[in-house]
């Protein structure tokens, strides 16, 4: 598969509806490592199939603080590579945070967003098998950005900065 290009704002595949995957075979299989590839390659720790441009219902995950080193040397944190197909927010926590958010579809742009602490998801995984995952802190936030992204929506139209919300809308 050839390197998959990241799609920016204002392409409008960022905003279409995305449809389940019921097919759990090798071309899953190569989209998913493809992704893995791009997500690296943007220095991403979250990508949505609607940011390579496929309206699909599919994310990967990852974050290594290995790759981000110059940035980060000390964090403590790692969150293995993982692929979520199908995804449902199934209960949110209490608690809310708002911390600033980037997005490789939405470059040169930190904004705060809130979030739930933490998420319970319901997916599958490459193999068509149903995951659940309980996520607090880092991941949390990042399943509940990408599973946003499957639905259209973006950290521009998330965030308490009223300025960005009205210049995206
Ligand atoms: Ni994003």
Not at 50 to 78: M, Y
Request: charged share 25%.
């Amino acid at each position: 598969m050839e390197q998959l290009l990241i799609h920016t704002l204002p392409d409008s595949v960022l905003r279409q509806p995305t449809a389940k995957i019921g097919t759990f075979d090798a071309d899953l299989a190569d989209l998913i490592g493809a992704m893995r590839i791009a997500m690296h390659a943007a220095r991403g720790i979250g990508l949505a199939a609607p940011q390579i441009g496929k309206s699909l219902k599919l994310a990967v995950i990852e974050f290594d603080p290995a790759r981000f080193e110059d940035e980060n040397p000390t964090s403590p944190l790692t969150i293995p590579f993982l692929a979520v197909i199908n995804p449902t927010i199934t209960s949110y926590g209490r608690e809310w945070e708002v911390l600033e958010e980037g997005c490789l579809s939405v470059p040169e742009l930190s904004v705060p967003v809130p979030r739930a602490t933490d998420v319970h998801v319901l997916a599958m995984n490459p193999t068509g098998q149903r995951i659940r995952l309980r996520a607090k802190g880092l991941l949390a936030r990042i399943l509940q950005h990408e599973i946003d992204h499957l639905y259209g929506r973006l950290i521009v139209d998330r965030t308490t900065d009223k300025k960005i919300r009205k210049r995206f809308a």
